[in-house]
């Protein structure tokens, strides 16, 4: 075959060469962007980079991305490296009978359209991304749509299969074949409580500034592949704007769910959990709330409990999280890990993190009561026992007064019931007898449980701020999430202020001592600090806030699971407490304590401080939500990919068995990644007709035997439209065999490009010289390239038509 090849202008001005890269950077984080399903080619994107809508993508995008279900919005791959895995529509399929699977050939398919997404830029944190819904759509009319089961129905046969209308749903990681009808169990909470939230709903709506909520009835199955998550929490102020966030992000999926009687427990064949949902309040893009009820109950993903005791003095939330396989936000385990001051105070002072001295008396069974720690400034001793148990503990503060310098002590107690100040008093330093007896007195409380703590700590002294003439103090509350590709950001800041030598909280046990929140950006200002010296503060606090969850994940590593505890929890969210301590004239901050997910504030920030950016405060940790759901949502998925590529794809295979995706590979026998798959369909991909029929049989009875085929794709250039007629072959989403066509051809890409009225570089196609078969025709060829360099002009690039990797690009002065 003679090799074509295109000459194409440097054109500076346009910004773009058909042979440059996407401007996308490949360590970035995938991000889900919005797409209509329409063909768009663009030029920086090779043709292995195109993403349709509904698809499973970012397999390629780093090695530290992942597979995730694009439901509702596809998470992108750079454009650099290779394309993103097709997967089944993200339209519910409950309504749809299930299609046989047959050896006949279908009959042929209406091409589906590709599409081309572009990841927004990633400035100062997370972009929103908004799934597509139409303009101006009323959630309250459309939710139902939005969620419409019904597919439309050929008739033909398909290796995606779906359930028939008004089967149970199935679960991620169950095949047909294996699958059994789980036991469900219903829980209720107490009498009264689900009418008490519904009135503080709509208060709550009203204080964020929301309109009331709606109901909507849906009667067909949600699609079981969308990234359902569910927030198990009242319906505080600072919920409904955590969830309003996700109704940004991904509209109808994020969902407040204000009673355990609105969830179902699944108990698997082998004692795990999942959760089904069948009411949940969510948010569309404009903030409509919705109050939905599902009589085809809906497959939760990702799971964040807020009825325990440690977040709101009540457990109706706690039997859901007992052997749960579901992605969740915290844990019984990981709530008393994180609320424990004592064990936070030692892991940051262990990681760089400033606290302030501390003795610290471990209850017995608290895993630190044996021998004594200490780590810079943070002592641990057991709490004596005894008759001689109040002398003991006066005699050890005594000796850590004779240590510490400082002038004011602060007794506070430590366990998963004490918050928003409960038990926290502040002494002279020359009260040793009285800082004895709080502690002692806090030991006995019933409210200390015996893995907690009480803790004797130096007072920092807050660098002072005056409020209509009267001193003030104040405590940051430092937000700080786990992104959906397994950093640690800082979200946001604010300031409690409250009187001086008292706790700064917003529920103080006096409300007149409630604490006021105020901006971060304020108190900058107010503490008169000139432009390097606020940038320098602040960068040192958001340091401080991910630096301690970076801990946290690391010491989670190593936990292992208790009994009948949850199998996917992870702290995805943290709020600490950090006081700014005037030393010398340079303000420092130092960490008092950490808060699990149940951190408040959001409500604040949106209502009275950051009106100009609602929502920043959950923003990272809501994409992980919707992140770490679309991966539940891959666990047992059965992948196509055609063409292993090069072993520097090798990551690739490796991350999606750790996911759970299994991959049916069409690739020679010999392939470098025959074991990492856990299927090989030997073919000569060189040969694409024979090829195609092959694959195509094999596949069909691997679905048969198997189990339904969820999507298609392929990371090698050369198989792009062998992975096109496939996908057609096997009615897969996928690009067309029109589009993976022009998108391999640089020269119709070009061509698309002059027709959708893109400015693009001129260009001719010339052929290769080489390939001549005598010398008339190499003259006549050898003339029209002289044509093609005067139309394009120099510097030019030579490429091939359909090359990849820069292979044979050369730039040519004449």
Do not use: C
């Not at 078969?773 to 003259?779: C, F, I, K, L, Y």
């Amino acid at each position: 075959m003679k090799r074509r090849w295109i000459l194409a202008l440097v054109a500076a001005q346009l910004g773009s060469v058909v042979a440059s890269r996407a401007a996308t950077d490949i360590d970035a984080p995938a991000v889900a962007a919005p797409s209509a399903p329409t063909v768009t080619v663009v030029p920086t994107l090779s043709a292995a980079a195109l993403t349709p809508v509904g698809s499973l993508a970012g397999i390629a995008a780093a090695p530290s991305a992942s597979l995730s279900l694009a439901a509702p919005a596809a998470a992108l791959a750079p454009a650099a490296s290779a394309s993103a895995v097709s997967a089944a529509p993200t339209a519910p399929s409950a309504a749809a009978p299930a299609a046989a699977i047959s050896a006949a050939a279908p009959a042929a398919a209406a091409e589906a359209p590709g599409s081309v997404s572009h990841a927004p830029a990633l400035v100062s944190g997370l972009a929103r991304t908004v799934a597509p819904t139409a303009p101006g759509a009323d959630i309250g009319a459309n939710l139902g749509r939005m969620y419409d089961a019904s597919r439309p129905g050929t008739g033909e046969a398909s290796a995606v299969g779906a359930p028939a209308q008004g089967d149970a749903p199935r679960l991620s990681g169950l095949s047909p074949a294996s699958a059994k009808r789980p036991v469900e169990r219903r829980y209720q909470s107490p009498a009264g409580a689900l009418e008490r939230e519904l009135t503080k709903l709509s208060v709550s709506l009203s204080e964020n500034g929301l309109p009331q909520y709606k109901k909507l009835t849906i009667t067909t199955a949600v699609d079981p592949d969308r990234p359902t998550v569910v927030i198990l929490a009242p319906a505080s102020r600072h919920k409904v704007a955590i969830t309003r966030e996700g109704g940004q992000q991904s509209p109808g999926d994020v969902n407040l769910v204000l009673d355990a009687s609105w969830l179902i427990q699944q108990v698997l064949p082998d004692g795990r959990t999942r959760l089904l949902m069948t009411k949940g309040l969510s948010f569309d893009a404009k903030g409509q709330a919705t109050l939905v009820t599902y009589k085809i109950p809906r497959v939760v993903h990702y799971f964040a409990d807020y009825f325990t005791l440690g977040a709101n003095d009540r457990d109706d939330g706690v039997p859901f999280e007992r052997n749960l396989d579901v992605p969740q936000s915290n844990s019984l385990q990981l709530e008393t890990l994180v609320n424990d001051k004592l064990r936070m105070s030692l892991l940051g002072a262990e990681n760089g993190v400033e606290v302030p001295a501390m003795l610290t008396f471990a209850m017995p069974r608290h895993p630190l009561a044996g021998a004594p720690v200490r780590a810079g400034a943070v002592a641990v001793t057991a709490m004596p026992e005894g008759p001689d148990k109040a002398a003991e503990i006066r005699r050890q503060v005594d000796e850590f007064l004779d240590r510490y310098d400082g002038a004011e002590i602060v007794v506070k107690p430590s366990g998963p019931q004490f918050h928003s100040g409960r038990g926290v008093k502040f002494f002279r330093r020359d009260q040793s007898a009285e800082i004895a007896a709080h502690a002692l007195e806090l030991s006995n409380s019933p409210m200390m449980t015996q893995d907690g703590a009480v803790i004797v700590t130096g007072r920092v002294m807050s660098a002072p701020l005056y409020r209509n003439g009267r001193k003030m103090e104040t405590t940051l509350r430092v937000l700080a999430a786990r992104t959906p590709w397994g950093g640690a950001v800082t979200a946001d800041i604010f300031a409690r202020v409250g009187p001086w030598g008292k706790p700064t909280t917003a529920e103080a046990a006096d409300p007149r001592d409630n604490a006021t929140v105020e901006p971060w950006e304020r108190l900058l200002k107010d503490w008169k600090l000139n432009p390097r010296q606020a940038r320098e503060l602040d960068a040192r606090t958001r340091a401080m806030g991910a630096t301690m969850l970076k801990a946290i994940m690391a010491m989670e590593k190593g936990l292992k699971r208790p009994d009948g505890g949850s199998y996917q929890a992870q702290t995805d969210l943290i709020g600490l407490d950090v006081m700014i301590e005037n030393r010398g004239g340079k303000l420092v901050p130092v960490m008092i304590e950490v808060n699990d997910h149940d951190s408040g504030g959001q409500f604040n920030l949106d209502a009275e401080m950051a009106t100009d950016r609602v929502g920043t405060h959950s923003r990272a940790w809501m994409a992980t939500m919707l992140q770490r759901a679309r991966r539940d949502a891959l666990r047992g998925k059965r992948v196509v990919i055609v063409g292993a590529g090069y072993e520097g794809k090798r990551f690739i295979f490796e991350r999606a068995k750790e996911l759970g995706v299994q991959i049916i590979l069409i690739d020679k026998p010999t392939t470098w990644a025959k074991d990492l798959v856990s299927e090989l369909i030997p073919t000569d991909n060189a040969k694409p007709a024979e090829a195609l029929a092959l694959a195509r049989k094999k596949l069909l009875a691997s679905a048969r035997k198997n189990g339904k085929i969820d999507g298609i794709t392929t990371f090698w250039e050369d198989d792009v439209e062998l992975t096109a007629g496939i996908a057609r072959e096997l009615r897969l989403p996928y690009h067309s065999a029109a589009a993976a066509r022009d998108a391999r051809s640089k020269f119709r890409t070009q061509e698309v490009l002059d027709a959708a009225g893109v400015p693009a570089a001129r260009r001719a196609v010339v052929g290769n010289l080489s390939s001549a078969e005598d010398p008339g025709e190499r003259a006549a060829m050898l003339e029209r390239f002289r044509a093609a360099a005067a139309r394009v002009g120099f510097p030019a690039v030579l490429k091939p038509v359909s090359g990849a990797a820069a292979i044979g690009t050369e730039r040519v002065n004449s």
